[in-house]
C-alpha cells in the first residue's frame, strides 16, 4: 500500500471548515490566514448548528456593534440611569482582568454566554489586549469605544459593589416584580464571589437578567462547565456542541488570532527552533509554590513524567555503550516557564548523554520573564506567543491549576499530561496524569441546587460534566 498523503499536498482550508468568517483583509491579520500552515488539521469539525449561531452572531454585531445607531442609543439609556427595558440591541461587556491565560478563557466563556443569550459582546481593552489580538468579527470591532460612559468605574468593581447583582439581591433591592431597575448589572463573577452572585447560575436569575439591556461582567474563571447544568440553556449548547469537550477548541480558534506582531514572535521562533524537527513535545511548567525556583523536586517531577510515560527517552548515564545512527529522529522539546533552571537541567541532561533510543533531543526555551507582570506589552506578547507554540506542538506536558496551559491544550485539541501540584515540596507521585478531556477546568464552580435551594455536588450531576484531574473541587467537561 502507498501512502499517497505523504506525497500529494491537500490544500488546507485556512477558514476551518466554516468556524472563521470570509472577507478579512488578510494582510490585517497574517494569523488568522497562516495558521493553518503551523497546525495538524484538527480532527474536531465544528456542528453546522454553532457555525450557523456564529454567522448570526456577526450580523448582530454588525447590527448592534461600537457607534452602530443602536449602541448610541443603547448608552444614551445607560447614561439617564434608567431601565426602559431591553430593544433588539442588548450588551455584555467583559472587564479586562487577571493574567493573560485567564483572560483569554473568560473571554470564551462570556462569548458563549454572549451566544446563548443573544447579546453583544464588547471587550474592555485595558492596558494591551489591543495589541495582543485581531479584531475576530467582520467590519466591526468588538472593542468597547473608549469614551464608555463606564469604563473609569470597571477597576474598582469588585465583591462589595453596590451595584453588583449578588449585592442587590442580598439587599433586596431587586426582584422580577420590581417597576423601575437600573440601567445596568454589574456581574461580579471572580474566585471570591458569594452565594448571592453564584446565583447568576440559576435559571429564573437569568431571566431576570433579560430584562438589561448592559450587563458588565469581571471574572478570572472558564465558567462554562456550569451553563451546561442550566436548563435554560441545554438545547442550544447540546445543538451547537454535540462534541461537549470542544467548546473551547472551536470558541478560542474562532476568537483568539494573534496581531501581527505576536505572529511574528511565533512564526520566527516555530521556523528557527520546531519546524525542522521529526515529532515536538511541549512543556509548560508553572509552579504555584513559596519563590521562584528553580526546584530540584519539580526537575525530578518534569523527569519522572515524561520517562515513565515514554514522552522521552532515557539517557545512557554512562554514555558509550549506545551507536550513534546515521539518521538519527530529532524530538525538539518547546519548554516555557517564568524561570531558566528546568529548561536548563533538561537541555544538559540530553546534551551531556546519548538517550538510549538514539534519539536526539533538542530543548528550547523562549523566555524567561522571571516574573509575571500582567500590564507590561511585551511581556504579554511572549507570554501569547508561548501559549500558542505550545499549541503547535504533538505532544503537551502542562502543569496543574494553570490556564496558561489550558489555552495551549484547547487551542491545539490535545489531551495534556497534567503534573500535579506539589505538596511540601515533594515529588508528587504519580508525578502526573493524562487529562481526561482538553476543557478547561473551571476552577470556583458553584455547588448550588437552583430547584431545590440547597448545596450539591454539582461533579456528580450529569456524565460530562466532572471534577477536575489537578483540582478536585473543579469542574470540566469530559
Ligand atoms: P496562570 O496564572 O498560570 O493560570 O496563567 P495566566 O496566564 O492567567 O497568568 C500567568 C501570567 O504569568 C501569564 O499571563 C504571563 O504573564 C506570566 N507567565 C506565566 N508562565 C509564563 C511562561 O511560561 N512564559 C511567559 N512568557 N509568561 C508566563
Given at each position: 500500500e502507498v501512502d499517497v498523503s505523504q506525497h500529494i499536498e491537500i490544500p488546507k482550508d485556512p477558514l476551518l471548515d466554516g468556524l472563521l468568517a470570509d472577507g478579512f483583509d488578510e494582510q490585517s491579520c497574517l494569523s488568522r490566514y497562516e495558521s493553518v500552515l503551523y497546525r495538524k488539521t484538527s480532527p474536531y469539525k465544528p456542528s453546522p448548528y454553532l457555525v450557523s449561531k456564529l454567522r448570526q452572531y456577526e450580523d448582530l454585531h454588525k447590527r448592534c456593534g461600537p457607534n452602530t445607531q443602536s449602541y448610541n442609543e443603547a448608552v444614551k439609556q445607560l447614561r439617564s440611569g434608567r431601565n426602559v427595558g431591553t430593544t433588539d440591541c442588548n450588551y455584555v461587556v467583559w472587564v479586562c482582568y487577571s493574567g493573560l491565560g485567564n483572560r483569554i478563557l473568560t473571554l470564551a466563556s462570556v462569548f458563549l454566554y454572549a451566544l446563548l443569550t443573544e447579546r453583544v459582546l464588547l471587550v474592555d481593552r485595558g492596558k494591551d489586549m489591543a495589541g495582543l489580538f485581531c479584531e475576530p468579527f467582520p467590519e466591526r470591532s468588538w472593542f468597547l469605544p473608549l469614551n464608555f460612559p463606564m469604563i473609569k468605574k470597571f477597576d474598582g468593581f469588585d465583591q462589595k459593589s453596590r451595584e453588583s447583582y449578588g449585592n442587590l439581591l442580598k439587599n433586596n433591592k431587586i426582584r422580577a416584580s420590581m417597576k423601575s431597575l437600573p440601567s445596568y448589572l454589574y456581574l461580579h463573577l471572580t474566585h471570591d464571589y458569594d452565594d448571592y452572585d453564584k446565583m447568576f447560575f440559576c435559571d429564573d436569575d437569568q431571566a431576570l437578567l433579560k430584562k438589561f439591556s448592559w450587563l458588565i461582567v469581571k471574572t478570572d474563571n472558564y465558567f462554562v462547565p456550569s451553563l451546561f447544568l442550566m436548563p435554560s440553556f441545554e438545547d442550544e449548547l447540546n445543538k451547537m456542541f454535540p462534541d461537549k469537550v470542544t467548546i473551547f477548541h472551536h470558541l478560542g480558534r474562532y476568537l483568539f488570532h494573534p496581531s501581527n506582531h505576536v505572529w511574528g514572535l511565533i512564526t520566527r521562533y516555530y521556523k528557527a527552533y520546531l519546524s525542522k524537527a521529526d515529532e515536538r513535545l511541549g512543556i509548560q511548567v508553572r509552579t504555584f509554590d513559596k519563590g521562584a525556583g528553580p526546584f530540584q523536586y519539580v526537575k525530578d517531577q518534569i523527569s519522572a513524567c515524561t520517562i515513565g510515560e515514554k514522552l522521552l527517552p532515557e539517557v545512557d548515564a554512562s554514555g558509550f555503550t549506545v551507536n550513534p545512527s546515521k539518521n538519527p529522529k530529532v524530538k525538539a522539546v518547546l519548554m516555557t516557564s517564568l524561570v531558566y533552571g528546568y529548561y536548563e537541567n533538561m537541555r544538559d541532561i540530553y546534551w551531556e548523554h546519548p538517550t538510549m533510543s538514539g534519539e536526539i533531543i533538542g530543548v528550547h526555551q523562549p523566555s524567561h520573564e522571571e516574573q509575571q507582570q500582567t500590564e507590561k506589552p511585551l511581556h504579554n506578547m511572549k507570554a501569547l506567543a508561548e501559549m500558542y507554540l505550545l499549541s503547535l506542538t504533538d505532544v503537551l506536558v502542562t502543569s496543574a491549576w494553570s490556564t496558561f496551559g489550558y489555552v495551549a491544550q484547547g487551542l491545539a485539541g490535545l489531551k495534556p499530561w497534567i503534573l500535579y501540584k506539589s505538596e511540601n515540596q515533594t515529588t508528587p507521585n504519580p508525578p502526573c496524569v493524562r487529562a481526561m478531556s482538553m476543557e478547561p477546568c473551571f476552577h470556583a464552580p458553584p455547588f448550588y441546587d437552583c430547584k431545590a435551594k440547597k448545596g450539591i455536588d454539582?461533579?456528580?450531576?450529569?456524565?460530562?460534566v466532572r471534577h477536575c484531574e489537578d483540582i478536585s473541587w473543579g469542574l470540566k467537561n469530559e
Open positions: 454539582t461533579g456528580k450531576l450529569v456524565p460530562h
